[in-house]
Nanobody, 121 residues
């Protein structure tokens, strides 16, 4: 069984920092893209940042220059360093990974359970 487990969320004041981690475990053959999404109350889930297995990244315009995504392929872990946090960054943050579990099999998107990030003004 494949799992993505997030950690690192919490409550922080505006201007502060948090670091999210997401570790993949289980019978994983390969991991392609890994990413972070967020969903605020009453809003749709949106992409925050993504990173390929080769390290190529892309970010939502709203977080460019403040957030940094990285990954450790050996640990099957993706990170999101969030600096200069704003109240509008408040949301549940979800980890996502595109993975293959069978040789020659299809790639599937897997999701973590989410971690709450709350930024107070």
């Amino acid at each position: 069984q494949v799992q993505l487990v997030e950690s690192g969320g919490g409550l922080v004041q505006a201007g502060g920092s948090l670091r999210l981690s997401c570790a993949a475990s289980g019978s994983i053959l390969s991991i392609n893209v890994m990413g972070w999404y967020r969903q605020a109350p009453g809003k749709q889930r949106e992409l925050v940042a993504r990173i390929t297995s080769g390290g190529r990244t892309n970010y939502a315009d709203s977080v460019k220059g403040r957030f940094t995504i990285s990954r450790d392929n050996a640990k099957k872990t993706v990170y999101l360093q969030m600096n200069s946090l704003k109240p509008e960054d408040t949301a549940v943050y979800y980890c996502e990974a595109n993975m293959r579990t069978v040789v020659g099999g299809p790639w599937h998107d897997y999701w973590g359970q989410g971690t709450q990030v709350t930024v107070s003004s």
